[in-house]
């Protein structure tokens, strides 16, 4: 199934109903982006997470830098990991 939606002048987007009852979408829903391996982008509704093991999952990190820093730093691991997590299975590649 393929949708078009178009850009507005306020560089909005509107999701046509039927992704958003497939999704389950209401007003006011956060949609993370991610990028893909063929320079394209996916989306899709934020989950709630546990920011607790999150920040422990980053400690290492805390070595006097600034939170900026360090942000820009988890950003780039997390969309890092998320692509090899999305990668098909390459039995050459080591894993």
Same mark, same amino acid.
């Given at each position: 199934?393929?949708?078009?939606?178009?850009?507005?002048?306020?560089?909005?987007?509107?999701?046509?109903?039927?992704?958003? $009852?497939?999704?389950?979408?209401?007003?006011?829903?956060?949609?993370?982006?991610?990028?893909?391996?063929?320079?394209? +982008?996916?989306?899709?509704?934020?989950?709630?997470?546990?920011?607790?093991? +999150?920040?422990?999952?980053?400690?290492?990190? $805390?070595?006097?830098?600034?939170?900026?820093?360090?942000r820009?730093?988890?950003?780039?691991?997390?969309?890092e990991?998320?692509?090899?997590?999305?990668?098909?299975?390459?039995?050459?590649?080591?894993?």
């Open positions: 199934m393929n949708f078009t939606t178009t850009l507005t002048t306020k560089n909005q987007l509107t999701l046509p109903k039927p992704v958003r $009852d497939t999704l389950g979408l209401k007003r006011g829903a956060k949609i993370d982006i991610y990028p893909t391996l063929d320079g394209g +982008f996916i989306g899709r509704p934020r989950k709630k997470s546990d920011i607790l093991q +999150f920040a422990g999952d980053l400690a290492h990190l $805390d070595d006097g830098k600034s939170l900026k820093q360090i820009e730093i988890a950003e780039k691991i997390a969309v990991k998320w692509i090899e997590d999305k990668r098909p299975y390459d039995k050459n590649r080591s894993r």
